[in-house]
């Protein structure tokens, strides 16, 4: 079979082999492979040049079975219904494998975010957030940072909530900025929980991280805090890349330098280095490569030629299911997306959490916390992929539909 068209069909094809594998019954099945809602808004935003632009905002609510709807916002050109909507569906998986009490959302504007001046950037994201309003709440459903957007886009929107709820409501969105609520360690936790996973596999290898070779695709908050983090748990940064290109080093790039670089130029060019093509990135020759972008960049065409020894999906949905067979054959381990990139959801329960109790964690109680849930789940993803001798995104998707299934009976018996 081809590779699915699109994400949406993506989603919904990985949620149904593992629910088959599952032995799900038709109702759950039926009830799971559709959003509990989907909301489109018109998003209008005042243009510098003084006209107004109408956006199309969405945020798709995949599930409330195990607590409220949680998962990011992206603003992005790319952005679909479908899109959003496969997203959230992969964010309730996600928060069942860490097992974090939320269900899955997601939300995106279809715009050039990236062009917008600052206050173009802030009346947009204001504009969005009366809208969204009506739809999340502390206790329904809390959004957080995704592609394209970071504590100060946060900020705005929990600012606008606050307005609309007649009085600051800081749980109502995760990542914001620590001086506003946010929590200490969000900011680091997708890259940071990803090296935690990759070093607790290595540990489970017997094997050291020093000395392995990472390749990032996608140098964005995750990409840069994975590099970081990685490297300075021992292993060697080779070649990082951006939309714009990519860079290659055999002796190693430095991680400081290379974050300080992006700040000041926007770009990964320019570096010391080989400059190559982000295609020629992805088939590098290494020991862990890490997909920090967007959607199925490792598809059909580039997985019989991927030489990574292990792939860590920072990014969600960076495989194709087809993609994802060839790798398993060809002996390629992919920790997948819903465990390697949890971190941050889980770092923005605590953040939640913080909110609601009004007292703050130090960023050390962070880490430690952070790091035991992301070595239990990968614990219990690699004992279930061994004792089933499946992939390991088909027992972290066992995983979690079980327990969200399970959720759903318990809580909802006529759903
Ligand atoms: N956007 C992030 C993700 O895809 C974080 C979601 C959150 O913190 O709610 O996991």
Redo the contacts with the bound molecule.
């Keep these: 079979m081809p590779d699915a068209p699109n994400t949406w069909d993506i989603a919904l094809r990985q949620f149904h082999e593992v629910a088959e594998l599952l032995a799900l019954s038709k109702d759950l099945r039926d009830y799971l492979s559709a959003p509990e809602a989907v909301h489109v808004f018109s998003v209008p935003v005042l243009r510098d040049d003084g006209t107004t632009h109408v956006f199309t905002g969405i945020r798709s609510q995949h599930s409330f079975a195990r607590g409220p709807a ?3 916002l ?1 603003f992005h050109p790319d952005v679909s219904i479908d899109e959003v909507k496969a ?1 959230s569906m ?2 309730t998986w ?1 928060c069942a494998v860490v097992n974090v009490p ?1 269900g899955g959302g ?1 939300g995106g504007l279809i715009c050039d975010y990236k062009s917008f001046s600052k206050r173009e950037k802030e009346r947009a994201a204001r504009s969005f957030a009366r809208r969204l309003s009506r739809v999340i709440g502390p206790d329904i459903d ?5 592609v394209n957007t970071g504590p100060e886009v946060m900020a705005w929107i929990a600012d606008e909530y606050g307005h609309f709820v007649g009085h600051p409501e800081p749980a109502v969105i ?2 914001k900025p620590v001086e506003f609520g946010g929590s200490k360690g969000r900011d680091s936790a ?1 890259g940071r929980g990803l090296a935690y996973c990759v070093e607790r596999y290595f540990e489970n290898l017997g094997k050291p991280l020093e000395g392995q070779r990472v390749v990032i695709q996608g140098f964005g908050n995750a990409g840069q805090w994975a590099a970081r983090i990685l490297a300075s748990l021992g292993a060697t940064l080779i070649a990082i890349s951006d939309s714009r290109g990519a860079v290659h080093c055999t002796e190693g790039i430095s991680t400081s330098g290379a974050v300080k670089h992006k700040l000041e130029t926007g770009e990964v060019a320019g570096l010391p280095g080989d400059a190559i093509s982000n295609a020629e990135l992805l088939e590098l020759e290494c020991d862990i490569l890490v997909p920090a972008a967007l959607e199925s960049v490792i598809t059909v065409d580039n997985a019989p030629r991927l030489k990574a020894k292990l792939i860590v999906e920072a990014a ?1 949905g960076p495989t194709t299911p087809d993609a994802d067979r060839i790798l398993h054959e060809r002996g390629i381990t992919v920790i997948p997306d819903v465990l390697a ?2 971190g ?2 889980t ?2 329960y605590f953040e939640w959490v913080q909110n609601r109790q009004r007292y703050y964690w130090p960023e050390d109680k962070v880490h430690d916390r952070l790091r035991q849930i992301m070595r239990d789940a990968l614990d219990e993803v690699q004992h279930l992929a061994e004792e089933k001798q499946v992939p390991w995104r088909t027992a972290a998707y066992m995983l979690a539909i079980k327990r969200v299934a399970h959720a759903v009976e318990v809580n909802h018996p006529n759903f």
């Design positions: 949680k998962g990011g992206r997203l992969w964010m996600k939320f997601k809390i959004p957080a940072p995704d995760t990542g997708t969600n990139n949890a941050g959801v770092v923005s």
